[in-house]
């Protein structure tokens, strides 16, 4: 895997556009990025590309600038800014709900931008689940959540499960094709099943932190994407990048 340098981000403060855009959209908010934030986030920009990684998501929240403005904003792209409701705590370590009414919305509709076939969610949380929810559109078709010691995934067709002990990590569900459903944690495939086929999502947009209005998730979010499904060398690639982001940030587990 490639990992470029944390120098990409010059003196002048020139890197790489998309970074840069970013940048300028947490300016426009209202929101502001210390220059460390604004280095590590370039350094991820670029670590993605090169590995493939950039043109698959819909979204990528960094969760970085400390504020609802800063926080909200798409590393991707202008669409799918993040709405926060009230019941945040926001710090340099990232966001950190109430677990019991605090949610994002991202605006992004699992039926309109997501594939049945191909498809990935992940959260990267630097305190322990409560035993909420990561991200969800309501439904059992786009679901990525703790509760108790079981992890549960679904994207599309089939419903994954399995014990696993609730900890800080980096979590993803993850449909590479249309015959493969995984859930991943820290680099780790946890598990693995074959999917049915032809259930299609339903048209909610899918919310951080929230399952309908009955599971609200209260450990701190460092992290999350939404995006089309990856590979297994993609999804070891991801966990490395954000990984060594989030050590920039000193706030990895």
């Keep these: 895997m490639f990992l470029p340098s944390l120098m990409g981000f010059d003196k002048a403060g020139f890197g790489d556009p998309d970074a840069l855009a970013f940048f300028a959209r947490v300016t426009a ?3 502001s990025l210390t220059t460390t934030e604004k280095a590590a986030v370039n350094t ?3 670590t ?3 590995n493939s990684l950039w043109t698959p998501m819909k979204a990528i929240y960094p969760m970085v600038g400390a504020s609802a403005a800063a926080c909200a904003q ?3 792209s202008s669409s799918f800014t993040g709405t926060f409701s009230s019941g945040w705590t926001f710090s340099s370590s990232g966001v950190q709900g109430n677990g019991t009414s605090a949610f994002m919305g991202t605006g992004i509709s699992a039926s309109g931008q997501l594939s049945i076939s191909s498809a990935h969610m992940s959260s990267y949380n630097n305190t322990t689940p409560s035993g909420g929810v990561m991200l ?5 078709t786009c679901l990525l959540q703790y509760s108790a010691s079981q992890l549960y995934g679904s994207l599309g067709g089939s419903f994954i499960n399995g014990s696993a002990s609730m900890t800080a990590s980096f979590i993803m569900v993850n449909r590479p094709s249309g015959t493969t459903l ?3 944690r820290n680099n780790t495939i946890v598990l ?3 999917p049915n086929n032809g259930i299609s999502y339903n048209a909610s947009n899918i919310d951080l932190a929230r399952y309908g209005g009955s ?3 209260s450990s701190r979010f460092a992290f999350a994407s939404i995006g089309d499904g990856l590979t297994d060398t993609q999804a070891s690639n991801l966990y490395t990048a954000v990984q060594a982001f989030q050590t920039t940030l000193s706030r990895q587990v």
């Design 29 to 31: 908010a209202g929101g």
């Design 44 to 46: 991820l920009v670029v």
């Design 48 to 50: 993605l590309k090169a």
């Design 74 to 76: 798409n590393l991707k």
């Design 136 to 140: 969800s559109n309501g439904d059992l």
């Design 182 to 184: 995984k859930i991943i």
């Design 192 to 194: 693995s099943t074959t």
């Design 215 to 217: 599971f609200y998730e």
